[in-house]
């Protein structure tokens, strides 16, 4: 991206004051002959560079000037004035961080640079939570969120069912998936997710933490994450699936599930029809899921999930005839 190269351009003349075009274009890895007009996109913006002519000429920047994007890398400081202030940020008090760091940004880019930003900023756009489905209402996640921060053990209240427990938890971490967050806590010695919508009220002891050293957030949520997806999987089922409902089976169950299924399966039988292992939830909840197949699918076994599913059939004729 041209943008990111000219911004790493600036930062490459505030470092060394003065280079050749040579080593410039080195530096940057493009030729010499993009260098040359990189350079003068950069004085056509008002960037006070002097330069002399010939091959090894050099360039530096006019000396007491300084880009205020210290500490930002060139593709950095692209993408922070693309993204604005997500929301997710705001909400964990990141807001007015990443609104200085954009007005910084605004301010001191070139016009090219800024509106190649825009650019971006205009044809990608972050929406976390799914189709038909809204973000949870987490009262207590500014709460939360600093608690985080300064590593301070809190007391939350947590509604479990119909009752409201009480936890006192280390704070470790905050995840956000599909507009739904989650707290990451290690409470008794074990690490366990709570999500932050049911926390009903949070207190701040006079407590500080130490985190464990070995401890990862991206890393543990990754397995938890892992983990969870296993437990659901409680019933092993066999079905026959019609070519139709081959093509449809990612669709209706997760779709890493379906591929993993269909990759273990074997070739179509005469008929066309493939014979798939699914790990699925309880019975009722597996044949709820493979009536969306309608007669794509035949339930071989187990018989449970098999009845439930003719059972389920039968009551839809029932109804509509």
Do not use: C
């Amino acid at each position: 991206m041209r943008a990111e190269r000219l911004v790493a351009l600036l930062f490459t003349l505030q470092s060394r004051r003065s280079a050749t075009i040579p080593e410039l274009a080195e530096a940057l890895g493009v030729s010499e002959r993009t260098m040359h007009r990189d350079i003068a996109a950069l004085q056509a913006t008002g960037v006070p560079l002097w330069t002399e002519p010939g091959r090894n000429g050099g360039v530096r920047l006019v000396d007491g000037w300084r880009t205020r994007l210290d500490g930002l890398t060139s593709r950095e400081a692209v993408a922070i004035f693309a993204m604005g202030v997500p929301r997710a940020l705001a909400e964990l008090g990141l807001g007015t961080a990443v609104s200085a760091a954009h007005a910084k940004v605004s301010a001191t880019l070139p016009a090219p640079l800024r509106d190649q930003a825009q650019h971006v900023a205009q044809r990608f756009h972050l929406d976390a939570p799914g189709w038909f489905k809204r973000e949870d209402e987490a009262e207590h996640l500014a709460d939360v969120a600093r608690a985080v921060w300064e590593q301070q053990r809190i007391r939350i209240g947590y509604s479990s069912g119909e009752r409201t427990v009480e936890r006192v938890l280390d704070p470790l971490g905050l995840v956000l998936k599909a507009g739904v967050w989650y707290l990451v806590a290690r409470v008794n010695g074990s690490i366990r997710t709570y999500r932050v919508s049911r926390i009903t009220a949070v207190s701040e002891l006079d407590e500080h933490f130490d985190r464990p050293t070995d401890f990862d957030l991206a890393s543990w949520w990754q397995q938890s994450s892992a983990q969870f997806e296993r437990s659901l999987q409680q019933v092993k089922v066999r079905v026959r699936l019609s070519p139709v409902g081959v093509r449809a089976l990612p669709v209706v169950l997760d779709p890493d599930l379906a591929s993993q299924a269909l990759a273990q399966a074997q070739p179509p039988g005469p008929d066309g029809w493939t014979e798939v292992e699914l790990g699925l939830e309880r019975p009722d909840i597996a044949a709820g899921q493979l009536l969306a197949l309608g007669v794509e699918v035949e339930i071989v076994e187990p018989e449970a999930v098999r009845a439930a599913f003719a059972d389920a059939a039968r009551r839809m004729w029932d109804r509509h005839r």
